[in-house]
């Protein structure tokens, strides 16, 4: 079940992270879910190395975890699109 459930977060977090960088990307929807999969993780570890540990306090549906993927997965898009302009 914890497979399933990161590929819907993923899915989910990629889709946000999409609408909220303005362009188009040539994304399919497992470019998508790939997306919100690594910035799950790259907001993590950021959330980590910014945040003291247990210091959100917001309840489910909207917690931290997918709140940090959203922002990886922006950090991602705007890295991609920096590295494919100067390309």
Not at 12 to 37: D, H, M, Q
Not at 39 to 49: A, F, I, N
Request: aromatic share 10%; proline share 5%; no cysteine.
């Amino acid at each position: 079940m914890g497979i399933i459930s990161m590929i819907i977060i993923g899915l989910i977090a990629g889709a946000i992270a999409r609408l909220l960088v303005p362009g188009k990307e040539n994304f399919g929807w497992i470019g998508t879910i790939v997306l919100g999969i690594v910035g799950g993780y790259v907001g993590g570890t950021l959330g980590s190395l910014v945040f003291a540990p247990h210091k959100f306090t917001l309840q489910p549906p909207v917690n931290h975890a997918f709140l940090g993927a959203i922002v990886g997965a922006v950090i991602l898009l705007v890295i991609y699109k920096f590295v494919r302009a100067r390309v």
